[in-house]
């Protein structure tokens, strides 16, 4: 079985095991070689509860598999139907991303060097002939590589090895699996696509699958050369609410760097050329102007384009004296007697009444900006040029209509350090003032 494992040696690898044939293949193969290849071996299996009974079936029996080898394992569960429905994204979005974190979460509890998933020659190839055959961009052609997300490497070492090979190896060495039953059924478009198309292919053009995966791997090349452009001209960039696009008038170089951003950054798979190109045309519209896909809506903003997360403004609240976390409603903020990464503001905690909360934006607030002078909040967020979309997303201090801080921004001139100041506080989140 052609398993690339020589240019991991000497990592710690994490393996995704749902229990299938080729996940189990990929760990029993990594297990035996292991020594070899001085790899230090865990795992991690994510019940996405879509089956009901059989979904738990499945991680028991991966859990039962791991304790007898003891290898490390680590079990997620998630109903991704009703996550699907609370993110308004499909089945197979929602549950991609939720696994996406689970092997974040994986990776850094094992201090892996990756996570190591067991996609292969036919999955490369159903995923070319999908996107070509929708139109996707030319990055689609590239199939399926080893990818980073949030800082953890997801690395394929079966993709040059075929589904043949991969049944000889579990039937070699009487490997155990489970299967999945929904495989079989060609309800869905990567179904059709394993179960009819492919095979037809490969009828009509011997080793089809096998010529798809060395011409993806001849686009992977082209991708990472465009990727390796992107970074070092930093074309794109992460936000913490989406990403932005720097304004550029070659057609090829934007839409790669468009399309970089939103399956790497926004995570989105099922972007279109066409997409790519409505991204490209906004350069060229009156500020202001958007775009809206994907769940994803794109602004035209000066010399960028901002892609954000269609999402509605959060209306909940805590009170400041409660809050001891290091996540309000999904964003990173920070407030301790030490400061933290991100936009740092330093304020006089004897000044914050108890009744204040800490929340997001609402009609009425006024705001005492540092060294004086009061404004309703919109009429300071104009001032200071932070865009509409951002507004109502930035965690603020205050009491009543009165805003004591603006989160990675400004504090009220009402809770500045004095020379009386007992307390001195700070808050750490991003800087909105950059946006």
């Not at 198309?197 to 490969?202: I, K, N």
């Amino acid at each position: 079985m052609n398993c690339e494992l020589s240019k991991y040696a000497g990592t710690k690898i994490c393996v995704a095991v749902s229990g299938g044939r080729d996940s189990m293949a990929l760990i029993h193969y990594i297990y035996t070689h292991a020594s070899e290849y001085d790899i230090t071996l865990t795992a991690l299996n994510c019940d996405h509860k879509i089956r009901g009974e059989a979904s738990a079936r499945d991680s028991a029996f991966v859990r039962g598999y791991c304790e007898r080898l003891q290898i490390p394992l680590l079990t997620f569960s998630e109903d991704c139907s009703a996550l699907a429905q609370e993110t308004h994204t499909s089945l197979e979005t929602a549950a991609r991303n939720w696994r996406r974190e689970c092997y974040v979460k994986a990776a850094r509890a094992f201090s892996a060097d990756a996570v190591a998933t067991a996609h292969h020659m036919n999955d490369n190839a159903e995923t070319v002939l999908f996107n070509l055959s929708r139109g996707g961009a030319v990055s689609g052609a590239a199939g399926i590589t080893d990818t980073e997300f949030r800082g953890v490497k997801i690395i394929r070492p079966l993709i040059g090895c075929a589904r043949f090979d991969i049944d000889a190896y579990v039937s070699e060495h009487n490997i155990p699996y489970v299967e999945d039953e929904t495989n079989f059924i060609a309800d869905c478009t990567r179904n059709r696509i394993r179960l009819n198309v492919l095979p037809e292919l490969e009828k009509a053009v011997p080793s089809a699958a096998e010529g798809l995966y060395r011409f993806s791997r001849l686009a992977a090349e082209d991708e990472k050369y465009f990727t390796d452009l992107i970074k070092k001209n930093a074309l794109v960039v992460e936000k913490p609410y989406g990403a932005e696009i720097k304004l550029c008038p070659q057609a090829v170089v934007f839409r790669r760097a468009a399309a970089y951003a939103v399956k790497n950054i926004c995570v989105r798979k099922d972007y279109t050329s066409e997409h790519m190109q409505t991204l490209y045309n906004l350069q060229f519209a009156e500020n202001g102007k958007k775009f809206g896909f994907l769940g994803l809506t794109a602004f035209k903003e000066n010399d960028k384009i901002v892609l954000t997360e269609n999402a509605e403004p959060p209306s909940g609240e805590i009170p400041f004296n409660c809050y001891d976390g290091t996540q309000f409603f999904g964003q990173r903020l920070i407030i301790s007697v030490t400061p933290a990464e991100g936009k740092i503001l330093t304020f006089d905690r004897d000044e914050i009444p108890d009744s204040a909360v800490i929340r997001f934006m609402r009609d009425g607030d006024v705001f005492t900006k540092f060294g004086g002078g009061t404004k309703k909040l919109g009429d300071y967020f104009t001032d200071k040029k932070i865009p509409l979309r951002l507004r109502r997303f930035i965690p603020v201090i205050a009491d009543g209509n009165e805003v004591l801080a603006v989160c990675g921004v400004e504090i009220s001139d009402k809770i500045k350090l004095t020379p009386d100041t007992r307390e001195t506080f700070y808050i750490s989140c991003a800087d909105y003032t950059n946006a």
